[in-house]
């Protein structure tokens, strides 16, 4: 017979605590894998502009883990502190995924810099 640990987390527990990273990591992997030869082949953006625009929306993604975060620390709701954030951040998620993986051929560099920006910013508020 097993023994429990004693300071051991019920399972129930910690998938409430992995939840939420599902749908990142569910986006996050694709979005780097196909997304760039997809822009770069199927819709028409020369592969240095797509680049540019993936490196372009992380780096201008990175300070806003901070600010996130303070603004997550500084919510409150009868729901909690970080519900909403999930929510929203779902939302934003599958929002960006949807605008960045059905985008048409066409699609101006500004439009995929948007789509992208959606994208990691519901990912950066699942994250944080």
């Known amino acids: ?9 019920k399972r129930s527990v ?10 990142h990591a569910a986006v996050g992997l694709p979005a780097v894998v196909y997304l760039p030869p997809y ?3 199927e819709l028409g953006l020369g592969l240095s502009i797509v680049g540019v625009l993936f490196f372009a929306v992380r780096a201008l993604d990175l300070p806003v ?3 996130l975060g303070h603004l997550m620390d ?25 605008l960045a993986f059905m985008a048409a051929p ?3 560099p500004a439009r995929a810099f948007a789509n992208l920006m ?6 950066s508020v699942l994250v944080v």
């Not at 017979?1 to 987390?9: C, D, F, I, Q, S």
């Not at 009868?78 to 934003?92: D, I, M, N, S």
């Open 14 to 23: 910690l998938l409430a605590f992995a939840g939420p990273s599902m749908p």
């Open 118 to 123: 959606i994208l990691y910013l519901g990912t």
């Open 1 to 9: 017979m097993r023994e429990r640990n004693e300071g051991a987390l």
């Open 65 to 67: 883990d901070p600010i």
């Open 106 to 108: 066409g699609i101006t």
């Open 39 to 41: 822009y770069a082949g």
């Open 74 to 98: 500084r919510t409150g709701s009868r729901y909690g502190r970080y519900r909403p954030w999930l929510v929203a951040g779902g939302l934003l998620t599958a929002l960006g995924a949807w």
